[in-house]
Nanobody, 115 residues
Framework: QVQLVESGGGLVQAGGSLRLSCAASGSIFVTVAMGWYRHAPGQQRELVASISSTGSTNYADSVKGRFTISTDNAKNTVSLQMNSLKAEGTAVYCC?????????WGQGTQVTVSS
């Protein structure tokens, strides 16, 4: 059983910063990648950022230059530093771990950006 637990969400004013963290635990054999997705009301879930086990990163165009994803492979944790937040960033942010066993998701953490 693999569990992902996110933390760090909250309410922030536009232009502010938040740091999200996700800790994975359980029987994880080989992690291929970890990432953050967000789901805003009335919209489809979208990829925010991902990072592979080799350190290769991928960002949504809307967050490039403002968000930074990082990981501690030894601890199976992934963090997302979010700067210059915008109101459209309001969403539930979920952590995803992709391993050779399959994909695992956290419950999500709410991020609300007030304008």
């Amino acid at each position: 059983q693999v569990q992902l637990v996110e933390s760090g969400g909250g309410l922030v004013q536009a232009g502010g910063s938040l740091r999200l963290s996700c800790a994975a635990s359980g029987s994880i054999f080989v992690t291929v990648a970890m990432g953050w997705y967000r789901h805003a009301p009335g919209q489809q879930r979208e990829l925010v950022a991902s990072i592979s086990s080799t350190g290769s990163t991928n960002y949504a165009d809307s967050v490039k230059g403002r968000f930074t994803i990082s990981t501690d492979n030894a601890k199976n944790t992934v963090s997302l530093q979010m700067n210059s937040l915008k109101a459209e960033g309001t969403a539930v942010y979920c952590c995803k771990l992709r391993s050779v066993q399959g994909n695992y998701w956290g419950q999500g953490t709410q991020v609300t950006v007030s304008s």
